[in-house]
Nanobody, 116 residues
């Protein structure tokens, strides 16, 4: 079954760090543009970061720039989001997305809660 599975979320104190992972099964990530999105309660889903299929180009939302880093490991069929200096405003469900032409896959999401 084709799927994306996120992991690594949890509860962290303000200023802390988390590393989210996105694993693909039954398809190869290397040709897909990959992205992280997040959705906070009562808010629309927003784009956090995007990485090209080769990993040579990335874009990160201004709200998390200098704190979050997106990366990928194509041989391992994985994508990551390193989140540092977390703030309560980063609390959300984080989703990974793979896109190649009209083929789009979403993960089920992982909860990140930043609270003291």
């Amino acid at each position: 079954q084709v799927q994306l599975v996120e992991s690594g979320g949890g509860l962290v104190q303000p200023g802390g760090s988390l590393r989210l992972s996105c694993a693909a099964s039954e398809f190869t990530l290397s040709r897909y543009v990959m992205s992280w999105y997040r959705q906070a309660p009562g808010k629309e889903r927003e784009l956090v970061a995007t990485i090209s299929s080769s990993g040579t180009s990335t874009n990160v939302a201004d709200s998390v720039k200098d704190r979050f880093t997106i990366s990928r490991d194509n041989p391992k069929n994985m994508m990551y989001l390193q989140m540092n200096s977390l703030e309560p405003e980063d609390t959300a469900v984080y989703y990974c997305k793979a896109a190649w032409g009209c083929q789009v896959y979403w993960g089920q999401g992982t909860q990140v809660t930043v609270s003291s």
